[in-house]
């Protein structure tokens, strides 16, 4: 089955400055990959999701790449605010009648004012 | 408003003592979906239900159970909850749009 990786486990950066976190997927066949938000005591919350026909996304302040080639995709944070604090977690699934989603281990960001 | 409600938020309870936690959607969602979330494992899938009668396991399903009885709900039960069931877990409905989560119950078994 898919196996999700995702780097770094904890992440942080001053604020202004760029985020980067990092996921590996091991799946060949799955094509679609959201990116949610967890902030403190609530529920994971989707903030972009890319298919695998296209590369790249953005969103504002955030964009996610995907290299279906070397099966990784990424989330890039532009101009981080203190409300970016919060921890990240990346999936993957590929189309089955329904899309599970195998998530990776969590990023947790921290933006320092 | 679309909304997975989950119940309880919070559950103190012993070991081996049966517990169900319900989670409820109005959005008319065939798939359903608990996960188990724990520190540096992310969230990990228990079972799911693409529709009415129809559940399957998911990664991680050793002591739990689930039914679907109607499309609205998806109860997710301990027959005889263990300290590793400690955890913080969520119910999910999908559509085209990602996953819904449900606002968690956090769960602690003594």
């Known amino acids: 089955g898919e196996n999700v990786e995702q780097h770094p486990s904890t992440l942080s950066v001053q604020e202004g400055d760029s985020a980067v976190i990092k996921c590996t997927y091991s799946?060949?066949?799955?094509?679609?990959f959201p990116w949610y938000k967890q902030e403190l005591g609530k529920r994971p919350q989707l903030i972009i999701d890319i298919r695998s026909n296209v590369g790249e996304k953005k969103d504002q302040r955030i964009a996610v790449t995907l290299n279906k080639t070397a099966k990784h995709f990424s989330l890039h944070i532009t101009e981080t605010q203190p409300e970016d604090s919060a921890v990240y977690f990346c999936?993957?699934?590929?189309?089955?009648?329904?899309?599970?989603?195998?998530f990776g281990q969590g990023t947790r960001l921290t933006i320092n004012p | 408003e679309a909304q997975v409600t989950q119940n309880p938020r919070y559950l103190i309870t012993v070991t081996g003592k049966k517990l169900t936690v319900t989670c409820s959607q109005n959005?008319?969602?065939?798939?359903m979906s608990w996960y188990r979330q724990d520190p540096g494992l992310g969230l990990r899938q228990i079972y799911y239900?693409?529709?009415?009668?129809?559940?399957d396991k998911g990664d991680v399903p050793e002591g739990y159970k689930v039914s679907r009885k109607e499309k609205r709900n998806f109860p997710l039960i301990l027959e005889s909850p263990s300290p590793n069931q400690t955890s913080l877990y969520f119910c999910?409905?999908?559509?085209?749009?990602?996953?819904?989560f449900g606002s968690g119950t956090r769960l602690t078994v003594v």
């Open positions: 959005m008319n969602h065939e798939y």
């Open positions: 999936a993957a699934s590929s189309y089955q009648g329904a899309q599970k989603l195998v």
């Open positions: 799946d060949s066949a799955s094509n679609y």
């Open positions: 999910a409905t999908q559509s085209n749009y990602g996953y819904t």
């Open positions: 239900s693409m529709n009415v009668e129809v559940t």
